[in-house]
């Protein structure tokens, strides 16, 4: 689309500019003469069914009909903000990281939210406990084990294990009642500018979706029922999927044959970046492919108006533990699944 209105109000965006930052200009209230316009900046993540959606610095989603934009262009990246990592409680990034792994199905219990997508990840197919489940505590287990086994799904809790008292009551209630605890984890953060603060690798291809190649490289979607994998990974404010393809004609990097030697996903929601799915094939690791992938991907979420990054690591992964520690990531907070014991649903 590109028009000309009244001789000064021009759109000279088109969907090829989905990615980029823009201004735009549109319409507010009923399109009648005399109708106020108002402004949005913010990166342009769709454009399809005649609606703009654009993501606010703040992670806020604006979607405008295209039959109401008079004015758009592409406007400079936003700078590099090397500060420190914002201040933020468990409960804050917990939402983050909800809203970049998002699931399929919710459904609200109180201040808990039940997730389930086919069973691909835990993240996505728990209980994520913010507060009070407006009901007695074993009311809601209750419930939450009959919405688990309609879906043919273990119930499982997310628990934070940081200062969150609420949250430790939570761990103490569930372990009374025989809910088991597994997959151990920690959210880390770190600044994000000193991730990109290298020169760009013309090994590293980005992409707005994961494509085959990615998904074969990617371990943890073999299995997943149906599509699953492919709509939570493709799901959150603004998506981004890294790939060092095997023979890369720049390095000659790998087998040509062989598939992706490095992937990652980064999902840029306001202020966080939310880094996952980091992964070098075993004949290319101790190569600094996780590192030049991480740093693609940071460079992007910078340009979205991102500062500040985050990951989710199991406690047992000595590797990425180490890795992330050199980039400069911190604990944020631990937190584990906690399991309905067998036999619980009534």
Request: net charge positive; charged share 25%; aromatic share 6%.
């Amino acid at each position: 689309m590109e028009f000309t209105g009244g001789g000064r109000l021009e759109v000279r965006i088109t969907p090829d500019d989905v990615g980029k930052r823009v201004s735009v200009r549109s319409l507010t209230g009923d399109r009648v003469p005399g109708a106020r316009f108002t402004d949005t900046v913010g990166v342009l993540t769709s454009w399809t069914s005649g609606v703009l959606e654009i993501t606010r610095r703040n992670g806020r989603i604006v979607a405008l009909p295209e039959d109401d934009v008079v004015a758009a262009k592409t406007v400079p990246d936003a700078p590099a903000r090397r500060r420190g990592v914002p201040a933020a409680g468990a409960h804050e990034l917990q939402r983050v990281a909800a809203r970049c792994w998002p699931a399929l199905e919710t459904e609200r219990l109180g201040e808990w939210t039940l997730r389930a997508a086919h069973g691909f990840t835990s993240r996505a197919n728990s209980v994520l406990p913010m507060g009070d489940p407006g009901t007695g505590l074993d009311a809601a287990l209750e419930r939450v084990t009959r919405w688990y086994d309609a879906r043919a799904l273990p119930a499982k809790i997310q628990v934070t294990t940081g200062d969150v008292d609420d949250d430790r009551v939570l761990a103490r209630a569930l372990d009374e009642r025989g809910w088991t605890a597994e997959r151990h984890a920690v959210l880390r953060t770190g600044a994000l500018a000193p991730l990109a603060d290298r020169a760009p690798d013309p090994r590293v291809r980005l992409h707005r979706t994961p494509g085959d190649a990615w998904l074969g490289a990617y371990r943890r979607a073999e299995g997943a029922a149906g599509d699953a994998a492919v709509r939570v990974l493709c799901g959150g404010p603004s998506v981004w999927f890294a790939t060092v393809p095997g023979g890369c004609p720049d390095t000659g990097v790998g087998d040509s044959d062989a598939g992706p030697v490095a992937i990652g996903r980064c999902v840029v929601a306001g202020r966080w970046a939310g880094f996952a799915a980091v992964e070098v094939a075993p004949s290319h690791r101790r190569q600094g492919l996780a590192t030049v992938v991480m740093a693609e991907l940071a460079r992007r979420a910078l340009r979205e108006g991102a500062s500040a990054a985050y990951l989710q690591v199991e406690t047992g992964n000595a590797a990425a533990l180490a890795l992330y520690d050199r980039l400069g990531f911190a604990d944020h907070h631990a937190y584990h699944y906690r399991r309905a014991p067998q036999g619980s649903t009534p």
